[in-house]
């Protein structure tokens, strides 16, 4: 069974960093192209970025495009999500789940992991 866990979250100031980390378990993770997502309250759960097995090739969405980084490490069944210069928009619960790439980027699992809450304070 696959278990995702997300940390890493927390309060911030507008402008401030903060770097989330997923950890996988119950399969192997480094063949898959990995991604985050986010659920600010009242909306839907959106894509914000993905990296491919090998972490040559990234994409974000344009909200975050220059202020988030997405890596990982395979050895460690883990991937991040560096956040820098936050906005009080970017206040949302954080998950991580592999990701089907093509027209969309969908999540690859039903099963998510309990999230990481992040709030950016104006």
């Known amino acids: 069974q696959v278990q995702l866990v997300e940390s890493g979250g927390g309060l911030v100031q507008a402008g401030g960093s903060l770097r989330l980390s997923c950890a996988a378990s119950?399969?192997?993770?480094?063949?898959?192209?990995m991604g985050w997502f986010r659920q600010a309250p009242g909306k839907e759960r959106e894509f914000v970025a993905a990296?491919?097995?090998?972490?040559?090739?990234?994409y974000y969405v344009n909200s975050v495009n220059g202020r988030f980084t997405i890596s990982r490490d395979n050895a460690k069944n883990t991937v991040y999500l560096q956040m820098n210069s936050l906005k009080p928009e970017d206040t949302a619960v954080y998950y991580c789940n592999a990701v089907i790439t093509g027209a969309r980027i969908l999540p690859r699992f039903d099963s998510w992991g309990q999230g990481t809450q992040v709030t950016v304070s104006s």
């Open positions: 119950g399969r192997t993770f480094s063949s898959y192209v």
């Open positions: 990296i491919n097995w090998s972490g040559d090739s990234v």
